[in-house]
């Protein structure tokens, strides 16, 4: 099974900052089989990259996503108040596997 | 617009049987370019894929290990719905418990998620 760690498990930004979010994956994957997901409080989670690099439906250009191989990013420029959630990387090549999410907190 | 909505008990005893259905509207069940997926999250395990159906000229199923030997998920081409049944459940299996759908166009990331059920064992 692919393990995906996720770094910091929090960071602690104000809005206008930028976020940077680490997953690094046990085995190389396929960048075509790593996603993004935003989940707020009470809700499922939302697809947010998909194929490592492409922003899915209703997201703006601050988000966005890039790595290959085993080291992955989720970039969130200019943070709006709307941004401060959770994120999780999936895998989805070898089974699926989630990463354990990096929450960004309001500092 | 696809929505898939949940329903199910959110209370099932050790060593029973969990059932939950997704209905799923706005796509269906046999569409080739999709994967129909069960997930669940709890604190200490965090999100956890368990496991999908999906239809190719027949029917597949794949399974998570750490659930293989217990879990079932089965279409419902009928009612355009997916079910999933957890079997000998213990404490652990306590968690929030999704469906969603993989499509072939997000190279099966899940685009459309289901409301969620909170189950406690």
């Known amino acids: 099974e692919i393990v995906l760690t996720q770094s910091p498990a929090t960071l602690s930004l104000s809005p206008g900052e930028s976020a940077t979010l680490s997953c690094g994956a046990s085995q190389s994957l396929s960048s075509s089989f790593l996603a993004w997901y935003q989940q707020k409080p009470g809700l499922a989670p939302r697809l947010l990259i998909y194929d490592a690099s492409n922003r899915a439906t209703g997201f703006p250009d601050r988000f966005s996503g890039s790595g290959s191989g085993t080291d992955f990013t989720l970039t969130i420029s200019r943070l709006e108040p709307e941004d401060f959630a959770v994120y999780f990387c999936?895998?989805?090549?070898?089974?699926?596997?989630f990463g354990g999410g990096t929450k960004v907190e309001i500092k | 617009q696809v929505q898939l909505q949940q329903s199910g008990p959110g209370l099932v005893k050790p060593s029973q049987t969990l059932s939950l259905t997704c209905a799923i509207s706005?796509?269906?069940?046999?569409?080739?370019?999709?994967?129909w997926n069960w997930i669940r999250q709890s604190p200490s395990r965090g999100l956890e894929w368990l496991g999908r159906t999906y239809y190719r000229s027949k029917w597949y199923n794949d399974y998570a290990v750490s659930v293989k030997s217990r879990i079932i998920i089965n279409p419902d081409t009928s009612k355009n719905q997916f079910s999933l049944q957890l079997n000998s459940v213990l404490p652990e299996d306590t968690a929030v418990y999704y469906c969603a759908r993989g499509q072939w166009f997000y190279y099966y990331a899940m685009d459309v998620w289901g409301q969620g059920t909170t189950v406690t064992v």
């Open positions: 999936q895998q989805y090549g070898s089974s699926l596997t």
């Open positions: 706005g796509d269906s069940v046999s569409r080739n370019s999709t994967t």
